[in-house]
């Protein structure tokens, strides 16, 4: 057992000796355990260098050695669902001396990505993806005649998404030679919430109970109704146990599922004691670095609000699909444990479920990462838009998010968002006017969203106060001399006072994107021959184009320059290093 995160190297003489996995399948079972030990101290070591996900590749370590060790990978698949847990995968599959360049400009990235490597057979990022693309790898290899094994490695935190239930629906429906493990630890980042995760618990304390290597009959039925068959559960990190299980479910022809457990952040004592603040960490700095005073974020304001509002108003229900720690609705959940809910990995169903609180009555406020808002859009529009519901949408994370890269980036909502009929959208400059938007929003009758970016921006201190701004009413900050106007939406007020201090240009805090303050832009278009926006978001169907729109339908005679993430996938860094790459690059 660990108990802290190594400064150095360790002496890894066995796991060095393993460049791929053909490497590993050549070595005697019984040197296994030895490997996992020093996989883990590497893995304990390479992450406290790089910062990143922690626990959750702790605990399958046994599983990667196994899996890797009974496959023929590469010409077998195997498929991580979400991917954060795919950092032991990467160490075993010629990656181990790029692992300090995790996370990094160039370096590897923190999830499984199929340019990176042909071990990686599928890109993953968002949770409950691997059943479904799992199943159609098996498949295309049967109609081409190919023999190989396809494995899912889903955690039971994913498995509440409705897409691995679709997944498993078709499964049934065909003789594919799929393999799913279900990592069983309790845990997606936080503690896992509903049905399924009460089922599985209260169920695996019965199989536990029974003899070892006895079948479970609970957990069973419910798999084994859809036409899978069934193992376990069996203890993860017990190399006697799983590699027969692991050989006898892959020797067999069509659905398998094999349901281990396992412990987020095994053999690192402090992880397995809190799994969720080990979830992922900061990498390690130096003792003579000074330490930064910890500034709160965004998301902290939002959830500061969030109480404050609650507190005055009994109507608002507070819901967040598994990110409660992520979008700060801690402290609200412990204030108000009736009017919160985590509804687990089920982007879909939270906003439905919104809808269908609005409609009872109660103001409800979804707070939710751009990119996992993605995963409810028919949601948005159907459930919500069209009925005018009261929906408030706390949308964090938006723009360009640094180390995770293009799979978690909050590029595309204010395109998708700002089709939508009655929608209103805002874009906060700083804390402050994340403040003001957050009541605008909520003291609205009907959808509204308020976006705002990861980390923290220029005003660190906000007054908190009940204050509501006009609907669609930008605000200008700087009357210019030189002929062109900024219009700024969102986090990057303080570069673009910087370019209009230095030019003598106009300065518009846009705030709104839907309603976009037309009455103000039709008053700068006579004066003004050009005009610059700039926005944390994809240039193409953003705030720019709704203004590009605008003055086209309105014959002006200017120019419009546009600067915004530009149409390629902006690949991992950080996120000063990606503003200033793409954003800022040219401005």
Same mark, same amino acid.
């Given at each position: ?25 050549? @070595? ?15 893995? *304990? $070591? ?61 370096? @590897? ?18 949770? %409950? ?50 393999l799913v493990v279900l990592n069983d630890n309790d845990m ?50 017990? &190399? ?8 006898d479910a892959l020797h067999k022809p069509g659905p398998q599922? #094999? ?38 974020? &965004? ?53 439905? &479920?919104?809808?269908? @609180? ?97 980390? %923290? ?24 001399? %030189? ?32 309603? #976009?303050?037309?009455?103000? *832009? %039709? ?26 729109? &605008? ?34 690059? $040219?401005?």
């Amino acid at each position: 057992m660990f108990t802290h995160i190594p400064t150095t190297r360790p002496d890894t003489p066995l796991l060095d000796s393993i460049d791929f996995p053909a490497d590993l399948r050549r @070595l005697p079972e019984e040197q296994l355990v030895e490997i996992a030990q020093q996989l883990r101290a590497f893995l *304990l $070591y390479s992450v406290g260098q790089t910062g990143g996900h922690f626990g959750a590749g702790l605990g399958v370590v046994e599983l990667t050695i196994a899996l890797h060790y009974l496959l023929n990978t590469p010409k077998d698949h195997m498929v991580w669902d979400v991917g954060h847990q795919s950092y032991p995968h990467k160490i075993l599959t010629g990656r181990r001396e790029q692992m300090l360049s995790m996370r990094h400009k160039d370096g @590897l990235a923190p999830f499984p990505r199929r340019e990176e490597s042909i071990y990686d057979d599928f890109g993953t990022g968002h949770s %409950s993806t691997s059943i479904s693309a799992a199943l159609g790898m098996a498949v295309a290899d049967q109609l081409n005649g190919k023999e190989t094994k396809t494995v899912a490695i889903i955690g039971d935190g994913a498995l509440t998404a409705g897409m691995a239930f679709e997944a498993l629906n078709h499964a049934a429906h065909t003789n594919a030679n799929i393999l799913v493990v279900l990592n069983d630890n309790d845990m997606s980042i936080s503690r896992n919430e509903g049905g399924l995760a009460t089922y599985l618990a209260k169920n695996l304390k019965k199989d536990l109970k029974r003899t070892k290597g006895s079948r479970s009959e609970t957990t069973a039925a419910l798999f084994e109704a859809l036409a899978f068959e069934y193992r376990g559960p069996i203890d993860g990190h017990d &190399f006697e146990v799983l590699l027969p299980a692991l050989k006898d479910a892959l020797h067999k022809p069509g659905p398998q599922f #094999l349901h281990i457990t396992t412990q987020k952040g095994k053999g690192f004592q402090p992880a397995e004691a809190d799994p969720v603040g080990y979830h992922a960490i900061t990498k390690l700095e130096p003792i003579t670095t000074p330490k930064k005073t910890k500034q709160a974020t &965004f998301a902290n304001h939002f959830g500061r609000w969030l109480l404050h509002t609650a507190q005055q108003d009994k109507r608002l229900i507070g819901i967040t699909p598994a990110m409660p720690e992520g979008s700060d609705l801690i402290a609200f959940s412990q204030a108000f444990p009736e009017r919160y809910f985590d509804v687990a990995i089920a982007e879909q169903h939270a906003l439905t &479920f919104a809808a269908g @609180l609005a409609c009872a009555g109660t103001k409800p406020v979804v707070a939710i990462y751009s990119t996992f808002l993605q995963r409810a859009y028919d949601q948005l529009i159907h459930d919500i838009a069209i009925q005018s519901l009261d929906v408030l949408l706390a949308v964090d994370r938006a723009g360009l998010v640094g180390e995770d890269g293009a799979t978690h980036a909050g590029c595309f909502d204010i395109a998708a968002l700002r089709c939508i009929p009655g929608m209103v959208i805002m874009t906060p400059a700083d804390e402050q006017e994340q403040w003001l938007m957050l009541n605008t929003g909520y003291q609205h009758k009907g959808p509204a969203a308020v976006r705002y970016p990861r980390g %923290s921006g220029a005003c660190p201190t906000p007054i908190y106060n009940d204050e509501i701004l006009p609907i669609g009413k930008a605000r200008l900050l700087i009357s210019g001399r %030189s002929g062109t106007a900024i219009l700024n939406f969102g986090p990057f007020l303080a570069e673009a006072k910087k370019l209009a201090d230095k030019e003598q240009h106009t300065l518009v805090d846009m705030r709104f994107v839907k309603p #976009l303050d037309t009455e103000l *832009l %039709s008053i700068l278009m006579k004066t003004h021959q050009h005009f610059i926006s700039i926005e944390d978001h994809a240039v193409q169907g953003g705030a720019g184009s709704a203004v590009a729109e &605008f003055v086209a339908q309105s014959n002006w005679q200017g120019t419009l320059k546009i600067h915004g993430i530009p149409d390629r996938w902006i690949e991992h860094a950080s996120r000063e290093a990606q503003c200033v790459d793409t954003i800022f690059k $040219y401005l």
